[in-house]
């Protein structure tokens, strides 16, 4: 599987998980917005890694959150490389977005991965069958 389309199915399944799609979900309570639930951390590590200008409101905008994840993840896969010398797989990936950087070693991400898991292996399984991401 390519990065791109490993992103892709990555943003549709953190998409139903954190949302069920829905671009206007907010939790209050730590402040992540829209359809993957991002934190106002991830707007401010992705800025000065890459020197943009994302705003906090970019995060309700679903193709800005699609732009702002994709390089979240593109972030985090280059972080767990110096830190590993390995490549991340699919758990790396999940755990960093839910636990940040460290996330994939830090036991508090594993309930969250446990719950993403099954998804991701439909959305792969229909996705190999050429069905896309949104079949059921």
Known sequence: MTWPVLIALLFAVIAEKESHFDPAAWNRDED???IVQIRRCVIDDIN???GLDFS???R???YRSRLIFALCMALNAERYRKE???EPDVEALVRMW???PDGYREPET????????PIFERVRK???KGRGVCSR
Not at 110 to 117: M, S, T
């Open 32 to 34: 992540s917005v829209g």
């Open 98 to 100: 839910n636990g940040g």
């Open 126 to 128: 229909q996705w190999q």
């Open 56 to 58: 906090y409101a970019d």
């Open 110 to 117: 594993l309930e969250y991965w446990r719950a993403v898991k």
């Open 84 to 86: 590993t010398g390995k």
């Open 60 to 62: 309700w905008s679903p």
């Open 48 to 50: 000065e890694a890459y």
